[in-house]
């Protein structure tokens, strides 16, 4: 088990595995006694996430956060081979940002509520890119899959057949994919008078392609895919977060 606390620079590396426990001691005020619960605890103690029993204060402000939040937002960018995902848990007074760092190895980081859209920025690696020609291309998504796959297996031709029933422009669709960078989704839920609340949006970083939004029909019918300046980006990733955040 593995845990570290930086106070200098208000983060946590714990085994993800560990959470569950300190949240429980957090919200109860008590844990099992058994011989691995001991065990771990003795751990985090010795990685001082706990001092004399108790949490340490800026791991006990972190649970708070998590124990209790108004807006949670989940953020994965994916690249061939890999999935960066990262969470925030945010209320008004303060947000912690919980990124995967390896397979079981988690960093939890006090972040300013009020900074929830640049975090997000970053996350999604959102840079200047060329301003392409605006476009937009409606595909059913099952095609658009079927590309990617023969792009996967080195073969554009294949991949362009695939959009060809699918789409007049494949070979500009099959650009835009064989140029990406990386894929992004957000994902957000917060809670209102009214009850529960949510919102998404995702697209792709296609480098000299440019930036990318894609939308999902109902019932995912149809895939849209159109061209989006950075401002573009910017404010569909605002639009995933209650006004109060954006």
Sequence with gaps: MTAAVNTGAETIRIDR????????????????????????????EEATV?????????????LEL????????SVERMRVGTIAASTIWATPQGAVLGTRVDRNLFELKLIDAAMLPIHIFQM?????????????HRIDPAALFAAEAKLYEGDR???????????TEAAEVVALLAGRIASWRIHSVWTTSRGSQNAEASGMDCGEHGHVLVSIGSENATMTIRSATVRDVAAAVRSTLPAASR
Excluded: N, Y
């Design 17 to 44: 595995r560990c959470v569950p426990l300190l949240l429980q001691l957090k919200t109860t005020g008590a844990v099992g006694a058994d011989e691995k619960t001991s065990t771990i605890l003795a751990r985090l």
């Design 124 to 136: 999604i690696h959102l840079w200047p890119r060329p301003v392409a020609v605006p476009f937009e």
């Design 50 to 62: 706990l001092q004399d029993g108790a949490l340490h204060p800026m791991v006990d402000a972190m």
């Design 66 to 73: 998590i124990a209790s939040p108004g807006l949670v937002v």
């Design 157 to 167: 031709p294949g991949a362009v057949a695939a959009l060809d029933d699918a789409t």
